[in-house]
């Protein structure tokens, strides 16, 4: 068991690597053949697309997972009904997506193909979760590894050719529905019912845990993508690219840090009444302190850090380092709020913490909005500002919710 554990957890860190250097790669070479203003409509155009499709696919691989774990009397019919239920939603999602994409002024045709791959994605995973559910991680990060390279190379040749950005979208989504067939194709035959008399209980059970579960889901999204999603109502052309540019970077370090934080959970979930609880809380204090190493390590380096950028991405994005050595001080705050998501999870205080952080996204944009009025600088004191009162009121919901 312990050579399986270990095995699993190689394949796994493997596969985050892999999946950070890939689409670091890309966004770079997109950055500097397509230019700031391009990469910036793709990048705006994506956190909106994630936002919808986090709602629409409503954790359905997470609870496919779960109900497989316990070895459901209805774990046969979950794969056929999961996929309808994500195709349908799906169905509904791009009903709304052109007036959605009208007040966020975004890109409709990269959006639609973002959220399709996005879609196409879960799918993928509620067929992979036949494996973990059994402990083999190694089979799904096999096919994730070779998914994620050969989308990098495919991406390559594609915009050195000369391609549209539009056209590298849709060969992600054509990689995705190719390797949806390859996972569900490699699920054993006896393993899979297809839709029967007993096909709707399971979908309004399952329907129902997903509801549940997509709570915190997204609450996580949205701290993740609100503020790119923001910064494209109010900026446009190249400034916007840059700033996208910085706020990836933030979002990249935090992902790092959260897959660390996520070994919470279960031990949260052991916790047996509040004086662990308080207990594990308040070492966590200490995690929070020690991220600010991270943006104050780089304002050491911002001169530095100022050379590779311009060297990667050109002379267009020679604001990129400036802007990011500022808002990198919103990690320690990303990091709290991420904690009083996982407590929140862990404990049971999903709706709350949702309600929360939906009113902390309205204060957000009230924040934008009256940051960009004032003109001083807006961008930057935006996003720290917005990632202020997420920290703030995630601490709250889960002190009332605790308390």
């Known amino acids: 068991m312990l050579k399986n554990w270990k095995q699993n957890t190689v394949y796994i860190s493997v596969m985050q690597l892999t999946l950070l250097i890939v689409n670091f790669f890309l966004i770079t070479i997109i950055s500097r053949e397509y230019g700031a203003e391009t990469y910036g409509e793709y990048a705006s155009s994506k956190s909106l697309s994630v936002l919808i499709g986090t709602a629409t696919v409503m954790s359905l691989a997470l609870v496919t997972t779960k109900y497989l774990a316990q070895k459901n009397e209805y774990s046969k019919f979950l794969f056929s009904n999961s996929y309808f239920l994500i195709i349908r939603n799906f169905l509904i999602a791009l009903l709304i997506l052109f007036p959605v994409t009208f007040v966020f002024q975004r890109d409709i045709s990269m959006t639609a193909l973002f959220l399709t791959g996005f879609v196409v994605n879960e799918m993928i995973h509620v067929a992979l979760a036949y494996f973990q559910a059994k402990g083999d991680f190694v089979t799904s990060s096999k096919q994730i590894f070779f998914r994620t390279v050969i989308y990098g190379i495919g991406a390559w040749i594609i915009v050195f050719q000369g391609f549209s950005i539009t056209l590298l979208i849709a060969f992600q989504v054509f990689m995705l529905a190719s390797f949806f067939v390859v996972a569900h194709l490699s699920i054993p035959r006896n393993e899979i019912v297809l839709e029967t008399k007993t096909g709707k209980p399971v979908r309004n059970d399952l329907q129902k845990s997903g509801k549940k579960m997509v709570l915190t889901t997204f609450s996580s999204a949205l701290i993740s993508e609100l503020d790119i ?94 802007y990011t050595y500022q808002i990198l001080f919103c990690i320690p705050l990303m990091v709290w709020s991420r904690i009083n998501i996982i407590f929140s999870r862990a404990l049971n205080f999903e709706i709350n913490l949702t309600k929360t952080i939906i009113f902390g996204s309205v204060l957000s944009y009230i924040i934008y909005f009256t940051m960009h009025s004032i003109g001083t600088n807006p961008a930057v004191l935006s996003i720290i500002f917005s990632q202020v009162v997420i920290a703030g009121l995630t601490t709250y919901s889960f002190r009332r919710s605790y308390d």
């Open 229 to 322: 999603v923001l910064l494209g109502l109010f900026y446009s052309g190249s400034v916007l690219g840059v700033l996208a540019w910085s706020r990836r970077i933030l979002e990249i370090i935090f992902q790092l840090l959260a897959a660390s934080l996520d070994i919470l959970f279960p031990e949260l979930s052991k916790a047996k009444d509040k004086s662990e609880v308080s207990s594990i809380r308040s070492k966590l204090i200490m995690v929070f302190y020690a991220s600010f190493i991270i943006p104050i390590t780089y304002f050491i380096f911002k001169d530095f850090g100022k050379t590779i950028f311009i060297s990667l991405l050109g002379d267009e994005f020679d604001l990129v380092s400036e």
